[in-house]
């Protein structure tokens, strides 16, 4: 699921869910003082800083994700797309994929 000009992965929602367990636990700290933000002020304008770090967090963890273990990554998400995002029928992939790149 890499962009061709660039080799590194397009968000889509198969990238996104098959990155979803390294994602909550890199961009954890984004994620909560963005969720934060919202709870606290209802004026959406108030927290575009919040959502621009999150989505630097993730674009960044894809693209070492991407870089580090290219086809596993590469495998799942196609797995995902393919099933449309159904997580039970691409368990094989999902594990090649937390072999290659564990949790940090």
Partial sequence: MASAASA???PTSA???SAS??????CRGENV???????????PEKCLDKGRQVTRCVLSLLKDLHQKC???MD?????????????????KEQNEFEKACPLS
């Fill in 33 to 43: 003082a963005f969720i934060k933000c919202k709870k606290d002020d209802p004026n």
């Fill in 75 to 91: 495998a799942y998400a196609g797995c995902m797309y393919y099933n449309t995002d159904e997580f039970e029928l691409c368990r």
């Fill in 21 to 26: 367990k390294h994602i909550a636990t890199r």
């Fill in 70 to 72: 290219t086809k596993e």
């Fill in 8 to 10: 590194e992965p397009v």
């Fill in 15 to 17: 990238v996104l869910m």
